[in-house]
C-alpha cells in the first residue's frame, strides 16, 4: 500500500519563505508530485520529483530525498495568492492507474 | 483549448434520487478518473477506468456506478444506496506518460441533498 503524511495546516507571513513537507510510504516508489488547490476550485499541478535533489520553477521549487522517504515543497516571496491547499502525490509505475494523494497541507498567507 | 469539463457546477438530489455526474475531455487520454472530496480533507477515489468499457473500484465505490462507453466520456452516478453523498467531485484524466505524467482535473461538481 502507499500512505503519505503532510502537515494539515501551515500559516506564513506575505514575504516570508514557507517549507510544507511530506514524508510517504509505498511498495515501490516512482516519484512525488505537488499540486495546488484553490478553496472551491480543481488541484492543479506544480511540480514532479523522479530523483534525489531540488527541482525549481519560479518561487516554487521542491525537493526530494528517496533514502529518507521525505520531500518537501517551497515556497519562496509568498503573495497572498498562495494561500491555498497542497498535496503530495505519489504516481505508479503504470502511467493508467490513479495517483495516491496525501490529506493536504492548507497554507494561510497573511500580511 | 484541451481540458476537462464537468457538468452541472452544482447539482441538488432529492432522498431517494438517483443523479449522474457528466465529465468529458478532449486530451485523448485513455485513463480517468473520478474523485470525492469533503470539506478540509484530500482526494478519495471512487472509481477509475484505464481504457474504454473497463472500469475499477477506487477505495469508496460503495453507492456510486460508473460507465465508460467513450473514451472521451466517464459519468458517474451517484445511487440512492450512497448515504453521505454531499461533498465536492472531482473528475481527472492521466496520458500514459509514467510515472511523471501530470493529472489534469476539471472544475468540479458540488453535490448538495435536499
Known amino acids: 500500500g502507499q500512505s503519505l503524511e503532510q502537515p494539515s495546516e501551515v500559516t506564513a507571513v506575505e514575504g516570508a519563505i514557507v517549507q510544507i513537507n511530506c514524508t510517504y510510504q509505498t511498495s515501490g516508489f516512482y516519484g512525488l508530485s505537488w499540486y495546488q488547490q484553490h478553496d472551491g476550485g480543481a488541484p492543479t499541478f506544480l511540480s514532479y520529483n523522479g530523483l534525489d535533489g531540488l527541482e525549481e520553477t519560479g518561487r516554487f521549487s521542491s525537493f526530494l530525498s528517496r533514502s529518507d522517504s521525505y520531500g518537501y515543497l517551497l515556497l519562496q516571496e509568498l503573495q497572498m495568492k498562495d494561500s491555498a491547499s497542497y498535496f503530495c502525490?505519489?504516481?505508479?509505475?503504470?502511467?493508467?492507474?490513479?495517483?495516491?494523494f496525501g490529506k493536504g497541507t492548507r497554507l494561510s498567507v497573511i500580511a | 483549448d484541451g481540458g476537462i469539463t464537468q457538468s452541472p457546477k452544482y447539482l441538488f438530489r432529492k432522498e431517494g434520487q438517483n443523479v449522474t455526474l457528466s465529465c468529458e475531455q478532449n486530451l485523448n487520454h485513455d485513463a480517468m478518473y473520478w474523485y470525492r472530496q469533503d470539506p478540509g480533507q484530500g482526494l478519495r477515489l471512487i472509481y477509475y477506468?484505464?481504457?474504454?468499457?473497463?472500469?475499477q473500484k477506487g477505495d469508496i465505490a460503495e453507492g456510486y456506478s460508473v460507465s465508460r462507453e467513450k473514451k472521451e466520456s466517464f459519468p458517474l452516478t451517484v445511487t440512492s444506496a450512497q448515504k453521505n453523498p454531499t461533498a465536492f467531485y472531482l473528475c481527472a484524466s492521466r496520458g500514459p506518460r509514467a510515472p511523471q505524467e501530470t493529472q489534469y482535473f476539471g472544475p468540479g461538481t458540488r453535490l448538495l441533498v435536499l
Open positions: 477506468s484505464q481504457i474504454v468499457n473497463d472500469f
Open positions: 502525490a505519489v504516481p505508479s509505475p503504470s502511467g493508467n492507474t490513479p495517483l495516491v
